[in-house]
């Protein structure tokens, strides 16, 4: 009879053990590769959000825009007025006449008050003000530009005033 070894089980535990080790060992490489892949590509994703502002905070948009055409100075004008005094986003807001010229909201408005923007046509890209012609209050946010309120001058306008409003362009 042959003595069997005690270490004839250890040594086929050790070559099953070597066995997973090794593929644990080729495997790993390949895992933290795939990890370290998502890594960048979530920083990358989280950075192109903050760089472009999508995930920021949200703008408010101001509303409750009122409007008066004002004949009587010899220059037609037309008042905006928002009833807070001060334009919450006011470099984001536009004045924009019916051939899409638009100015800025804070170019329009008058000094020492915000929340007032005089529209005559003569000192801007703005059409001059003629009965008929529609202006309109624009956002531009992060994503999309939106109109905020649209006003049509149905007051009638002196010819002479469209005329000399005209000239001076």
């Known amino acids: 009879m042959v003595a069997e070894s005690p270490f004839e089980d250890a040594e086929e535990e050790e070559a ?13 490489s390949y895992i933290a590769a795939g990890v370290l892949v998502l890594a960048a ?27 008066r055409t004002d004949t009587d100075g010899g220059t037609p004008t037309l ?4 009833p807070a005094g001060v334009v919450p986003n006011a470099e984001r807001v536009y004045v924009v006449d019916e051939a899409d010229d638009r100015v800025a909201w804070t170019q329009l408005k008058v000094d020492g008050e915000d929340g007032v923007a ?12 003629e009965q008929g012609a ?3 209050i624009v956002f531009e946010g992060r994503t999309a ?19 000399a409003c005209e000239s001076d362009e």
């Open 16 to 28: 099953d053990s070597n066995g997973y080790r090794e593929m644990a060992r080729t495997s790993f």
């Open 41 to 67: 590509v979530a920083t990358a994703t989280i950075g192109g959000l903050v760089a472009s502002g999508v995930a920021g905070e949200p703008l408010e948009q101001p509303d409750g825009f009122t409007f």
């Open 79 to 82: 008042v905006v007025t928002h």
């Open 118 to 129: 005089r529209v005559t046509g003569r000192d801007s890209d703005l059409a001059c003000l």
């Open 134 to 136: 529609t202006y309109r």
């Open 145 to 163: 530009t939106d109109t905020l309120a649209a006003h049509e001058i149905t007051q009638p306008i002196a010819t002479a005033d469209v005329g």
